[in-house]
T-cell receptor, first 113, second 115 residues
Framework: DGGITQSPKYLFRKEGQNVTLSCEQN?????MYWYRQDPGQGLRLIYY???????QKGDIAEGYSVSREKKESFPLTVTSAQKNPTAFYLC????????????FGSGTRLTVV | DQQVKQNSPSLSVQEGRISILNCDYT??????FLWYKKYPAEGPTFLISISSIKDKNEDGRFTVFLNKSAKHLSLHIVPSQPGDSAVYFC??????????????FGKGTHLIIQP
């Protein structure tokens, strides 16, 4: 079955540590996205990538980094520079442009302890 | 500046009645609109969409209405069921223009179906 997989489901991190969230898709989608969800804030775009080896900052990219070395994979690193990293993180993918909609992963809940 | 607005953070509806979720947008270039449903600790799932060339699209209990002159769309769910309790996100795109960053989302409306 085609789909998009995020791992792990729950992640705990100590303050000052970097952590990487995994996102893999086998839908042959060109574009991939990372969103953050906080209560009352909706979905805020962190980074997106329309093609391999290229990515763009979204609305809240500070403190995050990404890579897109393979079409199937778009990992997100939450760095120690991110001041408030505790959140629910969602990865999505789409055909080029994304205008017809996304397929979302099931999300990763990151908690800083 | 928020281009897609869902002004009701929450909505409570009795089971069996109609639920109406509203969404307003400011960018007149948007030409495709979608609704997503999200349960806690899960990813959003696609519910229904509508192109700007239409004013209504229906899929079972779900109907989306688009009023381009008012830049307003609404999602009707009838009859409402307990499993409809979730957060609903409205989204818009410039698909014909190939918007670089895909969809623009509203902040969501938490629908609560009361027994």
């Amino acid at each position: 079955d085609g789909g998009i997989t995020q791992s792990p489901k729950y992640l705990f991190r100590k303050e000052g540590q970097n952590v990487t969230l995994s996102c893999e898709q086998n839908l042959n989608h060109d574009a991939m996205y990372w969103y953050r969800q906080d209560p009352g804030q909706g979905l805020r775009l962190i980074y997106y990538s329309q093609i391999v080896n290229d990515f763009q900052k979204g609305d809240i990219a500070e403190g995050y980094s990404v890579s897109r070395e393979k079409k199937e994979s778009f990992p997100l690193t939450v760095t120690s520079a991110q001041k408030n990293p505790t959140a629910f993180y969602l990865c999505a993918s789409s055909m080029s442009g994304g205008g017809y909609g996304y397929t979302f992963g099931s999300g990763t809940r990151l908690t800083v302890v | 500046d928020q281009q897609v607005k869902q002004n009701s953070p929450s909505l409570s509806v009795q089971e069996g009645r109609i639920s109406i979720l509203n969404c307003d947008y400011t960018n007149s270039m948007f030409d495709y609109f979608l609704w997503y449903k999200k349960y806690p600790a899960e990813g959003p799932t696609f519910l229904i969409s509508i192109s700007s060339i239409k004013d209504k699209n229906e899929d079972g209990r779900f109907t989306v209405f688009l009023n381009k002159s008012a830049k307003h769309l609404s999602l009707h769910i009838v009859p409402s069921q307990p499993g409809d309790s979730a957060v609903y996100f409205c989204a818009a795109s410039l698909h014909s223009g190939g918007g670089a960053d895909g969809l623009t989302f509203g902040k969501g409306t938490h629908l609560i179906i009361q027994p």
